[in-house]
């Protein structure tokens, strides 16, 4: 991203204008079609004002960003005075009236509602009438925990972004800087904040990437509600679904812990449809992931050994003592009565042994327990989980949309 900055002095305050290009793979491409709009109608919009109320402070510094003549455009409408409020607003309502769409981040809470106030205290059209609204704040947001990021502030997601901007204040620190410029007309304090306005609206465009979060997340929240039986043949065809991700490799892995002990689990490589900006990794329950571009590993522990399976209508049953297993009544009838008794929620059930993946909600089934009170719920990992590459690579976005909590 380079450009040119040009400044002029329009009546008494300084309109700067600066063009820069964008290469063709960048995230703003997607926005058009997103949106359903024309490049040409989106307006990058950022604000500076001496405080977070409009009733008892100042806005001074207005900064757009719009496409023109195949190039972006970063234009600045800087009030020297106090007094030339008015006229930023009205500039600014000059142009934005071309543009269908506002783009900005966290400007729903604060640069629109500050800007409007504005605007009905001098009795101008409002200009934010016929602009819709599309706030990157929100699109990053929801996701904050899974990203593991501490706050949402536009510095905060360039630094997870691996952002490096040249200009190291925030607002509040340069409102002092302003009204010292106001005195002193120093060309140092205005480099400063212009420069810091240029940034955040420049800097919008590298944060449009954290879209793709945003679709990753959503493909986990809209995951098929499909129930597979691992007790039937499973063909893969008969499942028309688009997955977050797609198992590229499954393999079991045997190891042992710190302790010395013998542990076994799942190991995946798995394959995104799209390539996430920043690595993103998650652990839970003893399952672990990590994704890097396009690419991603799971591991799950693997449970192998001996588990129930629960019969749900008990009253059905007979629970054999010695067997220690329940049998249909049907059946029961050829035990003498000495050798069984009527199941109960606890015991009716029968055993089997095998390899278990656990599983948090019921995706796949029948599911077995340790024991009745027991809350984990596994599945039986057999010939037809594993020949199925649909299946585990369901089970995988399993996990991971559990890891994330989603």
Known sequence: MAGRLQSDCV?????????????????????????DCKMEELLFLDIETTGLSPKTSDLYLIGVSYFQKHTWHVCQYFAESLEQEKEVLKNFAILAKSFRYAVHFNGDRFDIPYLK????????????????????????????EQLGLPDC???????????????????????EVYKDYVVSKSPENLRLLLLH?????????????????????????????VSIRTDEELVDSDYDY?????????????????????????????????SLPSSLSGNLDNCYFKIVG??????????????????????DYF????????????????????????????NCYTKKPG???????????????????????????????????????LYACHVIAHVLEL
């Open 294 to 315: 396009a690419e991603a590993t799971l591991r799950v522990p693997l449970y192998e050994g001996e588990l129930k399976y629960y019969y749900s209508n008990y009253k």
């Open 11 to 35: 009546g008494n305050m300084i309109k700067t204008s600066e063009e820069f290009l964008l290469s063709d793979n960048e995230a703003v491409n997607v926005l058009p079609e997103l949106l």
């Open 319 to 346: 629970y054999l003592p010695h067997e220690d297993m329940a049998i249909h009544k049907s059946i029961a009838t050829y035990v003498d009565k000495a050798y069984r008794e009527k199941a109960t929620p606890e």
């Open 117 to 144: 106030a504005k605007f009905e205290k001098y009795e101008l059209e409002d200009p934010f009438k016929g602009l819709r609204s599309y706030d990157l704040y929100k699109v990053i947001a929801p996701f904050k």
């Open 242 to 274: 688009e997955l977050p991700m797609r198992a590229k490799k499954v393999q079991a892995n045997y190891y042992e812990d710190y302790n010395g002990q013998k542990k076994m689990e799942v190991f995946m490589k798995l394959v995104l449809p799209v």
């Open 197 to 225: 306005n240029s940034d955040d609206v420049k800097g919008m465009f590298g944060l449009l990437p954290m879209m793709r979060y945003q679709e990753f997340f959503n493909r986990f929240r809209n995951l098929p509600k």
């Open 153 to 175: 502030k536009q510095k905060t997601v360039e630094l997870y972004l691996g952002i490096d901007r040249e200009d190291k204040y925030d607002g509040g620190k340069l409102i």
């Open 355 to 393: 390899q278990y993946l656990q599983e948090w909600d019921l995706v796949f089934a029948p599911f077995f327990k340790e024991d009745y009170e027991d809350k984990r719920i596994f599945f039986d990992l057999n010939d037809n989980m594993k020949k199925s590459r649909f299946a585990m690579s």
